[in-house]
C-alpha cells in the first residue's frame, strides 16, 4: 500500500534540527521519556520545546500536558468522590421519602385510629388522569415493594375508602376515577 504524499517528504532535510547533548545519559533520559509518553523522540522534544517558548512567551491559559494530566487526575478523583456523594444522598433520600410514605400510611394501617386521614397525594393523582389501574400497577407507580405488607395494606385501605366515598370503583381490569 502506497502511503499518500503530504508533501513532507521533500521539506525533510530543510526541517531537521541536530541537537548534541552532553552526554549519552541525557540521550538515554529523554528516550527513555518519549518512550513513557508513547511518542517518538522527535514528537518529545518539539513537544517539550514548545512547551517551554510558550511557557516563556506567558501565553495565556497555557497548560503543559503534565499539568493537563495532573489536572485530570484532581477532576477525575473530585469526580469519583461527587459520585459517591450523589450515591449516598440518593439512598439518603429514598430512606426518607420511605420514612415519610409510612408516616403517611400509617392511619390506614392501624385499625384503632381515630381523627383525619389523608390521602396519599400520588394515588389521587394517579387514578384522577384516567384509565383503569390494576393493584399491581398502582403498586409500581406508587414505588410500593410489593413485599412491604404495610404499605400493600395501606394503598388498599386507601383504594377501600375513596371506593365507600364513591370517588372510584372496582371494574374487572383495575381502579378507575369515577369523576
Known sequence: M???????TETIKER????????LEMVEEWKSGADKAGVSISKFVVDRVEDSIRREVGEEGYLNRIELIKRLRNAEEELKKLRNENSLLKR????LDNELKRYRAKPFIEEEFEGIRRFDKELIELLRKGGSYSDEEILRRLSVDPSDTDMVKAVSKQLEALEEYGLIEYRGRGWRWKG
Open 2 to 8: 502506497v502511503k499518500p504524499n503530504r508533501g513532507k
Open 92 to 95: 439518603l433520600v429514598e430512606n
Open 16 to 23: 531537521a534540527i541536530y541537537v548534541y547533548l552532553p552526554s
